[in-house]
Structures are given as structure tokens and as C-alpha cells.
């Protein structure tokens, strides 16, 4: 029998304050320090920062971890990474739930197929450099976890959950000691990353003249933008807002009763399979969302009942919630030998991030290359929210496809991608040969990518 007053009632509640309340603590501090707003760096990841701080001179003064105090339950840690893994699926739900505007052209069908393929061109080269960085560092250091230069691409391409999922299976499978912490810290540089390229960049261009107002100022949403046309009331006997957090939760129902057959049929790969929650989270939404498609069709479902402005709101809100949890999560203490090699890594993931992504939008969205360009760079080191943040600077009202790319490009990036995240579980076993087939890899998606420069080139000599 349990009593109210004990703290594994309290725990995860007292868990969850916390990390909400160092949300409202960074948000005040990005408001009255100017610095910090021009800096570009999300709320999310100074907060996640404050928690890491607080703790750290916790741990230096009690010898404790923070998190695993009875006040968070004496499990906190092992939470903040439960909560990490499930906001990183519920946040794509969310995203894959809204509907998308405008009809594609032909041209638009390539821009985004291009999209997808840098996406996956950059995953590969950050896992290349990142796997030669791990392995050239386990020559010189003894005992050094060979595969762990796999995790930059998860850290900085995919994010915070990603990241602690595959530096858990190297964790718990492969003996990597320390492994979901080193994941979460790649993930926590990549926004680093992500704020400092960016803010640099931005500079660059208010300097030229091409963004003429101020970086960081605030923006208003029109009506037409909260409510569309033959939706349902915002507020009758149920909240708008509650059927859009039904409607997510729903899908992760499906996503994980999918989940949990692969599991049954396919034993050896159950942690990968569950490793992909967010994958099959986008396809269980996608199915709801055509199901009540082809029921409106049918005349059963008379309105509209999914709403972008919430469903947008609900997976910011989601993302906020796993950086912030996942960059507390991260144990300092486990990455004491790790802490060169870390830093090593983040800048060569910015470095090489930065200047792939800017060539390639130069040389395949002339038309909006500078906005094209800044969300894959805030994307590819951050999230898709940190990507749309750099837009808002340059595209405020998403005038350029730019944005469109980054929502359809996940189609042709999954579909190339995934054969990336299998050979990402081969790397601690054979990490020499999956260096080999990534260089492989990457050689294909690029002749892929820049196929009509290529081509068009060889015809004109012909």
C-alpha cells in the first residue's frame, strides 16, 4: 500500500518541476541578459545546462548524484533518460500529425529528394570523421571505446534522443562505460554548436546587409495561422488542445504495439527495434492521419480535427522537455577521460557541418541558398526546432521552401538513412569495416546528390 507522502509518490513529479521550472529560470535569464539573447541558444539547453551545473556542485560537495537523491525518487537519473527516449518519439508524432500546405511541383519533389540526401550525406560524414577520431584516439589511449566516434552523427544529426539511445545499446550491449552520458554530451556540443555557427553566420550577413533586423527579435502569430478553416471549436465538452495530445499519445499506442510484435518476431533485434520508437511513432501518425483523412472523404468525420498551431506547440513542448532532460541527465563524473576527445569531436563536427552544408546549398538552391543553408546547419547539429529557429532570422514569415524541405525531406532521408543506423550496432564489433562502407556510403549519396552538375557536365563535353 502506498502512502501519499512518500517520495516514489512525489519522485517523478518532483523530477518534472524541476526541469520545467530551470526552463522558466533560462527563460528569464535569456530575457534580462542580452548576451544570452543574441547568443541564439535555446531555452531548452541553457536550462539543461543550469540542472548540469547545480548538480555538479552537488556531487562536488555531497559525493552524491543529485538526481538519485529520495527526493527524485532515488532513481532520477534512469528517468531523465526515460523521458528523453519518449519525448523524442511523442515530439515527431506531433510534427508527423500536421498537414502539410501547397501542392508539389516537380521542381519542389527534387529540392526536397536533395534535402533528404544532405541530410543523409552529412549523418555519414560526421560519422566517418567522428568513427576516424574514436579509432585513431583508442590507438594512443588504451581501453578507449573504438565505436564511440559512431555517436556524433546521433548527437549532432539526429539529436539528444537518438543519441542516448545508441550510447545506451553501446552501453549495455558492448561495455561502452559511460555511454549514454557520452552521447548526451555530443548531443549537448551539437547545440553549441548549432547556436555558435549560427550566430556567427547571422552576424556575417547582418553585416553584409542581408538581414536588415535585429537577430533575436521577438514575432507575432496571425489568426490564420492558430485556426484553419473547418476546425473544431477550440473549447466545447472537450479541449482542442486535449484531442491533439490524444491524438499523439495514440499514435505512440500504435507505435509501440508495432514495436512490441517486431520485438516477439525478431528477439535479437529488440533494442535497435525499440531504438526506432520515433520511426515507427512517424508512420503510426501518418496512418491515423489518413485514416481520418478517408473518413472526412467518406463523410463519417464532418470537421477538422488536427490543428497545426497546436500540434506545433505540443512538439516544441515535447523537445524542450527531452533537451532539457537529457542534457541534466548527462553524469559528469563517468566522462572525466573523455573530455579531450569530446571536445575534439564537437569541433570537428561543427567544422565540417558548417562548410558541407554551406557548399551544398550554394551549389543546389541557388534561389535561397543563405536560408536553405541555415536551416540543415541549425538542423544537422541541433533539432529540427533549433534548424527553424536560424530561419526565423533570415525567412521570418518561411516565404522559401526552406522550410517545407525539412519537414518532407524525412520521406527520402529515412529510406537512405536507415541503413546507416543498422551499421551503426556493427561498429563496435567491426569498427575498421564499417569506416569502409560509410566512406562507401557517402561516395554513392553524393554522386546521388549532385547528379545534375555531374551529368549535365558529362553531356556538355559529349
Not at 472526412?296 to 523537445?319: A, D, Q
Not at 577521460?337 to 569541433?347: D, E, K, P, R, T
Request: with cysteine; hydrophobic share 50%.
Amino acid at each position: 500500500m502506498e502512502n501519499f507522502w512518500d517520495y516514489n509518490v512525489w519522485g517523478t513529479i518532483n523530477l518534472i518541476a524541476v526541469l520545467l521550472l530551470s526552463l522558466l529560470a533560462a527563460n528569464s535569464l535569456k530575457r534580462t541578459i542580452r548576451p544570452l539573447q543574441a547568443s541564439l541558444i535555446p531555452t531548452s539547453v541553457l536550462g539543461g545546462m543550469l540542472l548540469l551545473g547545480i548538480a555538479a556542485v552537488y556531487k562536488a560537495i555531497t559525493g552524491s548524484v543529485m538526481f538519485d537523491t529520495a527526493f527524485f525518487g532515488g532513481d532520477g537519473s534512469t528517468t531523465l533518460e526515460i523521458i528523453t527516449y519518449h519525448t523524442l518519439a511523442l515530439g515527431f508524432i506531433a510534427t508527423a500529425f500536421k498537414s502539410s500546405q501547397g501542392k508539389l511541383t516537380k521542381k519542389r519533389v527534387t529540392e526536397i529528394f536533395n534535402t533528404g540526401v544532405t541530410t543523409v550525406s552529412t549523418y555519414l560524414l560526421q560519422g566517418i570523421c567522428g568513427l576516424v577520431l574514436s579509432i585513431l584516439t583508442a590507438v594512443f589511449v588504451p581501453g578507449f571505446f573504438r565505436a564511440a566516434g559512431i555517436l556524433l552523427p546521433f548527437g549532432y544529426g539526429q539529436g539528444t534522443g537518438q543519441a542516448l539511445n545508441y550510447g545506451g545499446i553501446f552501453e549495455n550491449e558492448y561495455g561502452f562505460a559511460g555511454g549514454k552520458s557520452f552521447g548526451l554530451s555530443v548531443a549537448a556540443l551539437g547545440f553549441l554548436s548549432a547556436s555558435i555557427g549560427g550566430v556567427i553566420y547571422l552576424t556575417y550577413l547582418k553585416r553584409k546587409g542581408v538581414i536588415i533586423r535585429e537577430i533575436g527579435a521577438e514575432k507575432t502569430f496571425r489568426s490564420e495561422q492558430i485556426e484553419g478553416k473547418n476546425e473544431i471549436p477550440m473549447q466545447e465538452s472537450i479541449d482542442k488542445l486535449t484531442i491533439q495530445v490524444a491524438l499523439v499519445t495514440a499514435g505512440y499506442l500504435v507505435a509501440y504495439l508495432f514495436m512490441s510484435l517486431l520485438g516477439k518476431a525478431l528477439p535479437g533485434m529488440r533494442s535497435v527495434i525499440f531504438g526506432f520508437n520515433f520511426l515507427l511513432g512517424v508512420l503510426s501518425a501518418t496512418l491515423i492521419k489518413l485514416l481520418l483523412g478517408g473518413l472526412k472523404k467518406m463523410g463519417v468525420v464532418k470537421k477538422e480535427y488536427i490543428n497545426n498551431f497546436l500540434m506545433t506547440r505540443t512538439s516544441n513542448f515535447l523537445f524542450d522537455i527531452m533537451v532539457v532532460a537529457g542534457i541534466a541527465a548527462i553524469r559528469l563524473h563517468v566522462l572525466q577521460n573523455y573530455w579531450a576527445i569530446l571536445l575534439v569531436m564537437g569541433v570537428v563536427g561543427l567544422v565540417i557541418t558548417f562548410i558541407y552544408n554551406h557548399y551544398v546549398a550554394k551549389k543546389l538552391f541557388p534561389e535561397y541558398a543563405e536560408e536553405q543553408f541555415l536551416m540543415m546547419y541549425g538542423m544537422l547539429t541541433g533539432t529540427a526546432s533549433t534548424g527553424i529557429i536560424l530561419l526565423r532570422e533570415m525567412d521570418e514569415t518561411f516565404a522559401t521552401p526552406a522550410a517545407d524541405n525539412m519537414v518532407y525531406q524525412n520521406f527520402p532521408a529515412i529510406v537512405f538513412g536507415f541503413p546507416m543506423m543498422l551499421l551503426a550496432t556493427m561498429a563496435p564489433v567491426r569498427p575498421l569495416l564499417t569506416l569502409l562502407i560509410l566512406i562507401g556510403f557517402y561516395a554513392v549519396m553524393n554522386v546521388i546528390l549532385f547528379r545534375s552538375v555531374l551529368f549535365s557536365k558529362g553531356r556538355r563535353r559529349a
